[in-house]
């Protein structure tokens, strides 16, 4: 048996002896009426991600009366991320919070929206995601498996190491960055001429701390929330790529839903990652505060020279997404943009 299987034996017997109803292995099932389903993440219990999900969890079942109760799985209990996401799509689980880096392994358009410096702020990427492509992406997401409910968060990434503090392009270079399985941040980071690793996210703070890596690229609340910042020096404040997660749900578990049901779903989903936004967006300054009380040096450099060396990225990532796909989701980014 390997390590991940015990340790989710070993989470389910201590909630079995806590008392807790547990939703059986193979996602929802209906027993006296009620329907239990799996939601699995991987954001921390602190992080604002799972208080979505619990939110989410709440309104369904009040708004169904019980009729429906979700059991959440975070920090990557059921798995990392990628694996989640595939238990998702064979309806093993029932419901997850992936990224686009782990949809486009079955949609390949999704690799577009982490091309790098490609949105002006916050608002910005929210009007692209949440406006006419988010037709475009459900309609291929389903055919693969995945019933898009609404865009969460995960935010604009930054880079932290611990050799030297980020100033200019110059200071990434020949740094051993540790990137998850996606192109688009291994080519972010190879165009800054960074040496990239993979390693999963699970594991990343150990291996940040045992030196395997010099540093990462994440989210400030990822960043904050599991801790990367009690085993790294330095904070660049980048914004090199945007993404978020996408609340998914099992099109095999949609089906079984009544439409007042799935109403429920689409309208819970998206109060709670409006909430997820506003938590994220409001404390990041807070967050990069704290990490600077806490001993981290942070600098934020200008990104225009940065952006000036993303011409190999942004042609790796369009051959990966597709050309027309790369090519139609600018299109989004441009008519969403404020001129």
Not at 115 to 137: C, E, I, T
Not at 162 to 180: E, F
Request: aromatic content about 10%.
């Amino acid at each position: 048996m390997n390590a991940r299987r015990m340790g989710v034996l070993g989470v389910m017997f201590v909630m079995a002896a806590a008392g807790l109803v547990l939703c059986p292995v193979g996602g929802s099932t209906a027993e006296a009426g009620v329907i239990r389903m799996k939601f699995g993440h991987f954001s921390d219990e602190s992080h604002p991600g799972h208080l979505a999900a619990k939110q989410f969890a709440t309104m369904v079942e009040e708004r169904t009366k019980g009729e429906i109760k979700i059991h959440i799985f975070p920090a990557n209990t059921l798995g990392a991320p990628p694996e989640v996401a595939e238990q998702v799509r064979l309806g093993v689980t029932d419901m997850a919070t992936p990224t686009q880096g782990q949809l486009d392994k079955w949609v390949k358009a999704f690799g577009a929206v982490m091309m790098p410096f490609l949105y002006d702020d916050y608002a910005h990427a929210h009007r692209v995601l949440d406006g006419p492509s988010f037709q475009w992406f459900s309609q291929m997401a389903e055919k693969e498996g995945f019933i898009l409910l609404s865009n969460w968060e995960w935010g604009f990434r930054h880079i932290t190491n611990n050799k030297r503090p980020i100033r200019t392009p110059a200071d990434i270079k020949g740094l051993k960055l540790r990137v998850p399985p996606e192109v688009q941040l291994q080519a972010t980071m190879e165009a800054l001429g960074a040496v990239t690793t993979v390693i999963a996210f699970p594991e990343l703070y150990m291996a940040l701390s045992q030196g395997v890596a010099d540093g990462q690229d994440n989210p400030i609340a990822t960043i904050y929330y599991t801790k990367f910042y009690e085993v790294q020096k330095y904070l660049a404040i980048t914004r090199h790529v945007y993404n978020n997660q996408v609340h998914v749900v099992s099109a095999k578990t949609w089906a079984k839903l009544t439409p007042e049901q799935k109403k429920v779903f689409r309208e819970a989903s998206q109060l709670a990652g409006t909430y997820m936004r506003q938590v994220m967006q409001a404390e990041e300054e807070d967050l990069i505060a704290k990490m600077e009380k806490a001993g981290v040096q942070v600098t934020r450099p200008d990104l225009a020279p940065f952006r000036a060396l993303m011409g190999p990225a942004y042609e790796r990532v369009a051959k990966y997404a597709g050309e027309e796909n790369a090519k139609k989701f600018r299109e989004f980014v441009e008519a969403a943009r404020k001129k």
